[in-house]
């Protein structure tokens, strides 16, 4: 043991004397190589430690993953949780056998719903059933909200009021709803009016303004919502059908002047106007054909009458009294014979009966205007005549077949020279810039041989880098064995004693041993002269 603690001093000491020996460059590569290592060891670490479990749930309440940790810890399945409690991890082995473990044992709940209903309880009054069913109503809302795209989580409250015999005394039902969406997104007008419409369809004499509907934040996200059919969504419908059939004309158009003229020769404004009325045309035109005539309906009455005419005797007056104004009749009597006939017939006639609807969004032809700016430059090489009325009337004749412009159409007024301008101009262009004075650098760069230039510098460079580190490389080995010849060297020298004690010592002991050495090297060196010098010393210490 003591062996291997000793092994393991020297190697720290011999580590800690070859960093000292490392210059600063040296010693700034390797400790950012080993940060390096370190964290990509890490990483590699953590990220096997995630690929060994997979999701089993996520985005849980406290309630469902307190519950399935249970029942993990039951069934002694590992797993780890993630994203503070919400994401239960386990291992991919066990993923789906574990779900349909816990989906037997009905978890995750979540918000709980009609399975409400499968359990009762002895003594369940009238009332608590339909405190039961409006809970179960509630979360089958919510279960049915969250599955919508952006909703992450949504929690619902119904107030259903009692029904009573008395209609003025009856409350209409409400609810609210609260709402959390994923990743802060924002529900449209369109999903807000849709989640309203599902909660108001589910609930009895529920009415959609009775709805409530908040988000996250605690903002009132209900409210305000454009209603369908509503003037303002009613204009901006008629507003974007009327862009798309301008740019619809104006592509038709401009297409074909690209054609002709080339691209960036010519410009194509089209204005309409559209008729959004609804308007309904009834007509009935009737008609007789002799040829083919057919008896609609027939009357025929038929009387015949038979009468007996007999003499007038005695019959008050002069024909009978006066004698002389007896006329002879020779007609004495008969019988008069009457007959009487009446025919009615009526005949059918041909009837046709037109119902025309309008669409609406009919495009007014009569307000129809199209402007053409055309470029000079382009009609160079386009035949469209020779004088500009010529080109105009041709130019023109195109852009109304484009759109379907016609003049003396049925209740149209419409004329060309007014519905569509045309005007030749000269299209203002960007100026050229001069070009700037061609520099050496730009000859040198602009050369079919500068390439070859740039790999035989990056070439050379890179050959000089070699041969530095190469000649690093070297130095620092020859002054590595520089340094284990010196301390080679300084191991085989004798230590001098003295030396050693005389680096304890102060400058003025110092200074006193370099007099004794002086004076044992003239002691040794000329003993007479040392004699006659302490001599002297003690003559002048006398005094």
């Known amino acids: 043991m003591e062996k291997m603690l000793e092994q393991l001093k ?16 040296q010693k700034l590569i390797l400790a950012g190589a080993i940060i390096f290592i370190v964290i990509a060891v890490s990483v590699l670490f953590v990220s096997q430690k995630k690929a060994a479990y997979e999701v089993l749930y996520t985005e849980l309440d406290e309630k469902d993953a307190a519950a399935i940790v249970a029942k993990l810890d039951e069934l002694k399945t590992p797993y780890e949780l993630d994203d503070n409690g919400t ?44 405190v039961k069913y409006q809970m179960a ?12 795209e952006k909703v992450k989580a949504a929690r619902v409250h119904l107030v259903i009021p009692e029904k009573t015999l ?37 609930v009895e004499s529920l009415d959609p303004l009775r709805v409530v509907i908040v988000d996250h934040n605690g903002n009132l996200i209900s409210d305000n919502l454009p209603q369908k059919g509503t003037t303002t969504e009613m204009l901006a419908a008629q507003l974007a059908l009327k862009k798309e059939i301008e740019k619809e004309k104006q592509l038709a158009v401009q297409s074909m002047l690209d054609s002709a003229l080339g691209k960036n020769n010519s410009v194509v404004r089209v204005s309409a106007e559209l008729n959004f009325d609804d308007r309904e045309s009834k007509s009935e035109k009737y008609t007789h054909d002799p040829d083919g005539s057919f008896t609609r309906s027939e009357h025929i009455l038929k009387e015949s009458s038979t009468e007996t005419v007999t003499d007038n005797v005695a019959v008050p007056g002069t024909d009978t009294n006066i004698q002389q104004y007896t006329q002879v009749d020779t007609d004495t009597g008969g019988v008069s014979t009457t007959d009487k006939s009446d025919i009615t017939r009526n005949y059918e006639i041909n009837k046709t009966e037109s119902i025309i ?7 007014k032809y009569d307000y129809l205007t199209v402007a053409i700016l055309v470029n000079n430059a382009g009609t160079a090489q386009a035949n469209l005549g020779e004088t500009e009325a010529e080109k105009i009337t041709k130019i023109r004749n195109i852009a109304a077949t484009a759109i379907g412009l016609k003049e003396n159409r049925p209740n149209e007024n419409v004329s060309l020279e007014e519905n569509i301008s045309v005007a030749f101009i000269d299209f203002y262009a960007e100026p050229v810039p001069e070009p700037l004075p061609v520099t050496t650098v730009q000859r040198i760069l602009s050369s079919p041989l500068t390439p070859f230039v740039f790999a035989l510098i990056s070439l050379l460079i890179v050959l000089l880098v070699w041969l530095l580190i190469k ?5 620092e080995i020859e002054e590595q064995e520089e340094a284990e010849a010196a301390f080679d060297a300084v191991v085989d020298d004798e230590i001098n004693i003295d030396d050693l004690l005389e680096r304890n010592l102060t400058p003025e002991e110092k200074e006193r041993q370099k007099i004794r050495m002086e004076i044992d090297k003239l002691i040794d060196e000329n003993p007479e002269n040392a004699a006659h010098v302490l001599k002297t010393w003690l003559i002048e210490e006398q005094r």
Not at 357 to 363: A, C, F, I, V
């Open 471 to 475: 000649r690093r490389k070297k130095q």
């Open 10 to 25: 020297q190697a720290g000491l011999k580590l800690k004397e070859n960093w000292a020996g490392r210059s600063l460059n």
């Open 166 to 202: 008395f209609s003025d005394k009856e409350e209409m039902p409400s609810a609210s709803v609260a709402i959390t969406t994923k990743d802060d997104m924002k529900l449209s007008p369109q999903e807000v009016q849709g989640i309203i419409n599902l909660i108001a369809n589910s």
């Open 87 to 130: 994401t239960v991890l386990v291992a991919p082995a066990d993923k789906y056998s574990t779900r349909l473990k816990l989906a037997d044992a009905n978890l995750p709940v979540g918000v709980a719903g009609l399975e409400l209903f499968q359990t009762t309880s002895f003594g369940e009054t009238q009332t608590d059933k339909k």
């Open 357 to 363: 609807k309008y669409s609406t969004g009919e495009t």
């Open 137 to 148: 109503m509630q979360g089958e809302l919510a279960r049915t909200i969250q599955s919508l």
